[in-house]
């Protein structure tokens, strides 16, 4: 089997015995089954990863023994910066979680003139308290241990005007250069993909009013979340550690 990749969110320390969060002992004793002696994998989000032994499973607690420290840092080169249009469903839920396999280090949800989800506050901050569940949980997949940030929910123009020191992406099937032909090598980019329907042309010239490079990804016209995945590939195989 496996060896479990488990978040936990205080710091660990050599030789400390740690109490598994609710979630993660649920997982750990209930669902794998597992028993004293066995080993998991523990990050706190500082860049290093913990092997870790059970001491003990009880129907109420799991405790682990850290073992060793490990310095493993699977981050890409590239800091990448998402803007993602809240797009509905699960759709908004997948990108996320692709996302963060593929290595980006933010996410700002945003709401844009044509966005399709209305929500209220009180559930918009359950929203974003399910998707850093969910960039957890990708984390822990693909072996990150740095978890990515979902910053709070922003109006499209509001995160377009927050000064950026790197290359600020728009897709536009008109654009001039694709990312493969982007003219210089970066090692930090913001990435905005809009809502389903597009966004509208007054958005699209706010954009460029700060400074949005426009780049194309090919041909076709992607979904929202085939066009946000496959932007970040390819910036990754340009900039990054992917290819």
């Not at 998402?82 to 797009?87: K, N, R, Y």
């Amino acid at each position: 089997m496996r060896i479990p990749r488990i978040y936990h969110p205080e710091t660990l320390h050599l030789h400390h015995i740690v109490a598994l969060q609710e979630d993660a002992a649920g997982h750990i004793g209930r669902v794998l089954r597992m028993k004293e002696g066995q080993e998991v994998l523990l990050f706190d989000g500082s860049g290093a990863q913990f092997p870790a032994e059970i001491t003990e499973v009880s129907k109420k607690q799991v405790l682990v023994k850290v073992t060793q420290r490990e310095e493993n840092s699977s981050e890409s080169p590239l800091d990448l910066h998402l803007g993602q249009v809240i797009s509905r469903g699960e759709k908004m839920e997948f990108t996320i979680q692709k996302s963060v396999e593929l290595g980006v280090n933010t996410i700002t949800p945003l709401i844009s003139e044509r966005c399709g989800v209305k929500l209220d506050e009180k559930r918009f901050e359950k929203k974003l308290a399910q998707w850093q569940k969910i960039a957890i949980s990708a984390c822990e997949q693909c072996g990150r241990n740095i978890i990515p940030e979902i910053r709070p929910i922003m109006s499209l123009e509001a995160w377009c005007a927050e000064e950026y020191d790197g290359l600020k992406l728009n897709l536009h099937p008109r654009a001039k250069y694709s990312i493969n032909t982007l003219p210089e090598l970066v090692n930090k980019v913001r990435l905005l993909i809009g809502p389903e329907g597009g966004l509208s042309a007054e958005e699209i010239d706010m954009t460029q009013t700060y400074h949005f490079e426009e780049t194309l990804l090919g041909p076709r016209v992607l979904r929202t979340e085939t066009a946000a995945l496959t932007a970040i590939t390819a910036l990754q195989v340009r900039f990054g550690d992917l290819g």
